[in-house]
């Protein structure tokens, strides 16, 4: 098909649905995209020259999805991110899986084969609808360039509403190119859902009947004002409060209501707190896997606590759990809402004490490791030396214990996937030091981990990013060493690494590296690294054995 004549606007641009495209991006407020290039959208990478938007480029596609889901968290509107076509919109679907399972709104923009060649499996084609059929609440191709516009503002709508997720557009290049007049759709607001007047008089008569309550509250469409509403909630009506799997960012650790993070290695004495409860106020959360330990924390589909569940997306209501109350609302409506009724806890408040203490028993002090140098002493002395406002950042593994137990995290301070997906921590990293170039960031990995993602440590060094990495070592993967060893022992199979020296890996890209195998030579190494202008890595080389706090391998 020949490239149609571009369409001339007043300052004497070439205006085609590349250009379109990034107008539309400019409109929802996008700053930032994180990218591969290709030529299948280089019409949209030529609208990005001198709009404004900077463009971040990856060197893996799933490193760049990951970034986007990031940005997402952070900001709570979409983070976008642009790949080609083929192989690069599979690299990218790690990327949309978290976003799906994190509930975090995202848009994958995709270059797509000529609209003529569709069908033949010509170069690089990929069915988009199959592909992220299952992975994304929205998957659309744009084959009429004067529906840019329309098609980008729905894409928004879609991955702000309700349950927040990622959304999957393909741009055929030669639809990019065309001549294209129309204006972009206006800023996106959606709407959000709140409690019916009877639900909050049930949710009063049912606060009045309760002895043992208990709120847990996770999920996304969190914004600080909801989540300091949430805590206001707690206090006047003395409930011990927790959140869910990697959601510690919505309650500070310091409140003297916070009870815990409910989800891996949770806390035996929370456990047993939820079990006994007799009332449970679920929300945001879903209370998947991770969280409901194993779906057996509650009976399903009815539980025996009474349960009430708010959530943005009604489709989450009762999709496992049977709740005595169901509540469609965000976080920031309900508890708008919430504020309003009359407090009258009718159970001893010397529940929430008991419940923050033991929290403070669980994470205040590491058990000792084992080997010269512990990530026991490392958390310890990471969480003396950070600032307040410091960002860390994980993916899978069993590194990650040691952090979420131990570290007191508060608001904006958590990027770790819900999903469990490797490689997560060093693209958050990215991203979250591009959004807060003024915050220490600390991204926290395994050798297994790292090496998921490990070359979008040259995105920090080419911009200059102020990031610090904490690569764990222990020359293996050691969550499914750890699982070998229950399920198989002895039988070691598929677990072990061969490892680079990772900080001679770091400098070759002209950066900070430094490596530790003694405890006493962290806490310096770590000053370094926090005052180093661009990135930085400590290459940690920790005992095997050294499998979780309070395991060891034979």
């Known amino acids: 098909m020949p490239e149609a004549s571009p369409i001339e606007t007043e300052s004497g641009q070439a205006k085609n649905g590349g250009h379109v495209l990034v107008d539309c991006l400019r409109a929802q407020g996008v700053e ?86 569709r069908g033949r ?93 208990m709120m847990v509250f996770g999920g996304s469409r969190w914004d600080q004002a909801s989540a300091a509403a949430a805590l206001r909630f707690a206090e006047d009506w003395t409930l011990p409060l927790a959140v869910s799997f990697r959601r510690q960012s919505l309650c500070p650790a310091s409140h003297p209501n916070y009870a815990g993070d409910v989800g891996l290695g949770i806390n035996p004495a929370l456990k047993a707190r939820l079990a006994e409860a007799d009332l449970l106020l679920l929300a945001g959360a879903r209370f998947s896997e991770n969280p409901s330990q194993g779906f057996s924390l509650l009976e399903i589909p009815k539980p025996k606590q009474r349960l009430v569940h708010v959530h943005p997306g009604a489709e989450e209501l009762g999709r496992i759990y049977a709740p005595d109350l169901a509540i469609n609302a965000t976080p920031g409506q309900f508890f708008a809402a919430a504020g309003g009724l009359a407090v009258t806890p009718g ?58 137990r131990f570290f007191r995290y508060a608001w904006g301070r958590q990027l770790a996937p819900t999903s469990g997906s490797m490689g997560y921590g060093l693209p958050a990293a990215v991203a979250a030091a591009c959004r807060h170039p003024d915050r220490q960031v600390v991204c926290l990995a395994g050798d297994g981990c790292f090496q998921m993602t490990a070359n979008e440590f040259g995105v920090a060094a080419q911009l200059g990013l102020k990031l610090r990495v904490l690569v764990c070592d222990n020359a293996m993967y050691g969550t499914i060493r750890m699982h070998q060893e229950l399920h198989y022992p002895g039988r070691v199979s598929a677990t072990k690494l061969v490892n680079p020296d990772f900080a001679a890996w770091a400098r070759s890209y002209g950066a900070l590296g430094l490596t530790v195998d003694q405890n006493a030579d962290f806490e310096p190494a770590l000053q370094q690294a926090l005052a180093a202008e661009g990135p930085a890595l400590i290459h940690l080389r920790l005992d095997p054995r050294d499998l979780a706090p309070g395991k060891r391998l034979c």
């Not at 990019?176 to 639900?199: F, G, H, I, N, T």
């Not at 002090?365 to 950070?386: E, F, M, N, Q, Y």
């Open 32 to 117: 930032r995209v994180f990218c591969v290039p290709g030529e299948s959208y280089l019409a949209v990478l030529d609208g990005l020259y001198n709009s404004g938007i900077e463009a971040v480029v990856a060197r893996h596609e799933g490193g760049a999805a990951m970034m986007a889901e990031a940005d997402g968290k952070m900001t709570g509107r979409p983070g976008v991110v642009m790949v080609t076509r083929g192989p690069g919109a599979t690299n990218a679907a790690s990327g949309v899986h978290v976003a799906w399972q994190d509930s975090t709104p995202m848009i994958l923009l995709v270059g797509q084969i000529g609209r003529a060649m």
């Open 121 to 213: 499996e010509a170069f690089q084609e990929v069915d988009y609808r199959a592909v992220f059929g299952g992975l994304a609440k929205w998957v659309e191709e744009i084959d009429r360039v004067e529906r840019i516009p329309e098609i980008l503002s729905h894409a928004w709508h879609v991955a702000l509403s309700g349950r927040p997720g990622p959304v999957v557009l393909a741009l055929p290049e030669d639809m990019l190119r065309e001549p294209c007049s129309a204006a972009p759709a206006p800023y996106v607001k959606v709407a959000q859902p709140a409690p019916a007047p009877e639900d909050m008089a049930q949710l009063q008569e049912l606060l009045a009947q309760a002895q043992r309550p």
């Open 347 to 404: 159970w001893d408040g010397s529940a929430v004490a008991a419940a923050h203490q033991a929290y403070l028993d669980w994470s205040e002090t590491p058990p000792p490791g084992v080997g010269d140098l512990t990530l026991s002493h490392c958390i310890a002395k990471l969480r003396d030396a950070l600032p307040a406002d410091a960002i860390l950042t994980n993916g899978a593994g069993n590194y990650a214990i040691w952090l979420h």
